[in-house]
Nanobody, 124 residues
Framework: QVQLVESGGGLVQAGGSLRLSCAAS????????MGWFRQAPGKEREFVAA????????YATDSVKGRFTISRDNAKNTVYLQMNMLKPEDTAVYYC?????????????????WGQGTQVTVSS
C-alpha cells in the first residue's frame, strides 16, 4: 500500500508559477513510477506528466511541454511538478498517482494508488 499526499496548490495569476509536491509513504516508493493527472470542472481526468522510478525518464502531455517539469527525490519519497507560465486552462484539481511498476505510463488506469488532489486555480 502507498499513501500519497499532495500539496502546493493555490491561486496564481496567469504567467505565474507553482510547485506541487507529492509525499509518499508505505510501500517502497523508489520502485514505483509516478504520475501527475488533473481534472477540470466538467471534464474528464487527463494525464499531465510521469516519471520512471529512477527519474531518468520523463514524459509530459503536449499542452504542458516546455512549461511543466516533473522530478522526484527518492531519498525524500517525494515527487514534484514545477509549473511555470501557467494559463487559465491549467485550472484543475491535480492528482499524484503511483504505479506498482518502475516504468512510467500516461494511462491513468495503470496507476494503483492516488492522492486526494490539490486545487490549482489560474486567474486571467
Amino acid at each position: 500500500q502507498v499513501q500519497l499526499v499532495e500539496s502546493g496548490g493555490g491561486l496564481v495569476q496567469a504567467g505565474g508559477s507553482l510547485r506541487l509536491s507529492c509525499a509518499a509513504s508505505g510501500r517502497t516508493f523508489s520502485n514505483s513510477a509516478m504520475g501527475w493527472f488533473r481534472q477540470a470542472p466538467g471534464k474528464e481526468r487527463e494525464f499531465v506528466a510521469a516519471i520512471s522510478w529512477t527519474g531518468g525518464t520523463t514524459y509530459a502531455t503536449d499542452s504542458v511541454k516546455g512549461r511543466f517539469t516533473i522530478s522526484r527525490d527518492n531519498a525524500k519519497n517525494t515527487v514534484y511538478l514545477q509549473m511555470n507560465m501557467l494559463k487559465p486552462e491549467d485550472t484543475a484539481v491535480y492528482y499524484c498517482a503511483a504505479r506498482r511498476w518502475a516504468a512510467l505510463s500516461p494511462r491513468g488506469n495503470e496507476y494503483a494508488y492516488w492522492g486526494q488532489g490539490t486545487q490549482v486555480t489560474v486567474s486571467s
